[in-house]
């Protein structure tokens, strides 16, 4: 195999790829990259087994071939050759297996590994491609996933729920504490699809996606699998097994207080009260709606902070507290000058929702000591 690049193209493939390289694993052969320039084009591929990331870099295919790389030790040395206008960058591989990574008077030779041990990709059917933008896929994935659980306790707390119904998209996340809700509309209509997908993938898809809203990327549904494909570059993962929780039935439109306030004002205000909750996460944050008012507590060891806000409200006074990060999680996600909190009673969950209900934020409250309010 002896093939051509230019430095970056090169180095930008790697870096996709690269997300879907195993860092831990008695697999060996999954801690590299493949090179594969047997078809007509060179293909970089990386694969964890549950994700993997294929990418079509520009280069000069001299004599075809592939080779596995140790996905690192190719990454450090490609970033380090000679950068200059003009310059290529050579890489062939030997009868021995050895690779040559050549650049100007720069000449690594490194051990290749028998590509054919390299684990293929699964191969998913493309049916119907569901077809988004890449800027509103990202902004959806960047809106919900901070309400995503950690660990392995319960996966489907560890994905993200997508579904398709005719054209609305919709990306749901929850952990036990709250629910992130975004939907959009898309161009066209599709057949009803829904899936489970893992949290760390979408954030490297987020991540490696740069495209505005004229970029599109084609999502492609399976029992086991999601497939998306946007320009030159290929993510498949496994899906999450199972049914994702009745969310709808956590929701209500129902409300006794509803509150119109400035969230810049109100995450500004909130994020001064987290200083005194640094030591405590768990400290609430108690809000007290009355008379077009809105006023916030935080009282710790450190000491106590209090503001107010005029808000325009409708209904019922009210007393109740919440994680301030919670709150601040939903409000920086949020675009509008104005946002509209929905609530009930004490001890139920505020919503945090536009009219068109392009997103949903539920926050479920904490528990307070009373005499604190005062």
Not at 107 to 130: C, H, T, W, Y
Not at 131 to 141: A, E, H
Not at 194 to 208: H, M, R, T, Y
Not at 269 to 295: F, G, W
């Amino acid at each position: 195999m002896k093939l051509y690049f230019q430095k970056n193209d090169l180095i930008s493939a790697i870096q996709v790829v690269g997300r879907a390289v195993a860092s831990k694993t008695t697999i060996s052969i999954m801690e590299c990259i493949l090179i594969d320039a047997t078809k007509g084009q060179i293909v970089l591929i990386g694969n964890k087994s549950e994700f993997g990331i294929e990418s079509i870099c520009k280069g000069e295919i001299a004599e075809p071939g592939k080779v596995a790389l140790e996905a690192k030790l190719f990454q450090e040395i490609i970033k380090r050759l000679p950068q200059n206008e003009g310059t290529k960058l050579y890489i062939e591989t030997e009868d021995n297996g050895n690779c040559i990574i050549r650049c100007e008077k720069s000449v690594f030779k490194i051990m290749g590994r028998n590509a054919d041990e390299f684990p293929s990709l699964p191969i998913v059917e493309k049916q119907e491609a569901v077809v988004v933008s890449q800027f509103s896929l990202r902004n959806m994935i960047n809106q919900t996933i901070f309400s995503t659980a950690n660990g392995e306790n319960n996966k489907k707390m560890a994905g993200e729920y997508f579904e398709i119904k005719d054209n609305l998209f919709s990306v749901t996340s929850l952990d036990g504490h709250r629910i992130s809700i975004r939907k959009t509309c898309l161009k066209d209509s599709y057949s009803e699809q829904s899936a489970i997908v893992p949290k760390e993938v979408l954030a490297d898809l987020s991540k490696i996606m740069s495209g505005g809203l004229d970029d599109m990327v084609e999502m492609y549904f399976s029992k086991q699998y999601l497939l998306f494909h946007y320009e030159d570059t290929t993510v498949i993962t496994q899906l999450v097994e199972g049914e994702y929780f009745h969310v709808k039935q956590m929701l209500s439109t129902d409300y006794e207080t509803k509150i119109i306030v400035n969230r810049k004002q109100l995450l500004e205000d909130i994020d001064r009260a987290r200083i005194m909750a640094r030591d405590n996460d768990k400290q609430p944050l108690i809000l007290k709606i009355a008379e077009d008012n809105l006023s916030l507590k935080i009282i710790s060891d450190l000491g106590r902070m209090d503001a107010e806000i005029p808000v325009k409200q409708e209904g019922k006074d009210l007393l109740i507290g919440f994680n301030p990060n919670f709150l601040i999680d939903a409000l920086q996600n949020i675009d509008e000058e104005e946002v509209s909190l929905y609530f009930t009673i004490p001890r139920s969950p505020v919503f945090i929702r536009d009219k068109e209900e392009s997103y949903i934020y539920m926050i479920l409250p904490v528990n307070f000591n009373a005499d604190q309010v005062e």
